[in-house]
T-cell receptor, first 111, second 116 residues
Framework: GEDVEQSLFLSVREGDSSVINCTYT??????LYWYKQEPGAGLQLLTY?????DMKQDQRLTVLLNKKDKHLSLRIADTQTGDSAIYFC???????????FGKGTMLLVSP | DARVTQTPRDKVTEMGQEVTMRCQPI?????VFWYRQTMKQGLELLAY????????DSGMPKDRFSAEMPDATLATLKIQPSEPRDSAVYFC??????????????FGPGTRLTVL
């Protein structure tokens, strides 16, 4: 079945870059997403990438997709304390499919 | 700024009581999802609707959980009777699902349920 895996925890210093990694098993995944969850809040879509792309950049965020290795990463440049949150990777086969979420990576940014 | 709203935000109840959670999806969205989040299991999909019709509720314990969408502006999730193991944060999400477009979901703030 489908599976999405992420490391559970990442700690960085303010100003450094953060890289959050994700692997997925379903080779027919069409869309891959990154969501952010702040304490006490719902998940907020950060960005998504279509499977025929290998990179997408949006301000401080860079998404890299290695389809051969089924590996997705989210790089946050110049990480700020406000970036501290849980980051979820998710995948779907089509726009009509449901999303399969990883268990989330907790990012802690220290001053 | 359109948002998914959920009520109540927090609910504490005793085992055996009925719990009803409500969700107002973003106007114009055709798909509504219910999720449950726990530390142990992470985010689990309970059920979802498209154009108000239930498409899949296989993630829900059928004997005690029910999900409905009485109209396009309201989705409900009911637990009767509630049990301590139902304690979790319940999220509603909505999205406009169209052919050829990503199935982006927009989440509400969640209902934190504690069953004593």
């Amino acid at each position: 079945g489908e599976d999405v895996e992420q490391s559970l925890f990442l700690s960085v210093r303010e100003g450094d870059s953060s890289v959050i990694n994700c692997t997925y098993t379903d080779s027919s995944s069409t869309y891959l997403y990154w969501y952010k969850q702040e304490p006490g809040a719902g998940l907020q879509l950060l960005t998504y990438i279509f499977s025929n792309m290998d990179m997408k950049q949006d301000q401080r965020l860079t998404v890299l997709l290695n389809k051969k290795d089924k590996h997705l990463s989210l790089r946050i440049a110049d990480t700020q304390t406000g970036d501290s949150a849980i980051y979820f990777c998710a995948e779907s086969m089509t726009g009509y499919s449901t999303l399969t979420f990883g268990k989330g990576t907790m990012l802690l940014v220290s001053p | 700024d359109a948002r998914v709203t959920q009520t109540p935000r927090d609910k504490v109840t005793e085992m055996g009581q009925e719990v009803t959670m409500r969700c107002q999806p973003i106007l114009g969205h055709n798909t509504v999802f219910w999720y449950r989040q726990t530390m142990k299991q992470g985010l689990e999909l309970l059920a979802y609707f498209r154009n108000r019709a239930p498409l899949d509720d296989s993630g829900m314990p059928k004997d005690r959980f029910s999900a409905e969408m009485p109209d396009a502006t309201l989705a409900t999730l009911k637990i009767q009777p509630s049990e301590p193991r139902d304690s979790a944060v319940y999220f509603c999400a909505s999205g406009l699902v169209l052919s050829g477009s990503p199935g982006t979901q927009y989440f509400g703030p969640g209902t934190r349920l504690t069953v004593l």
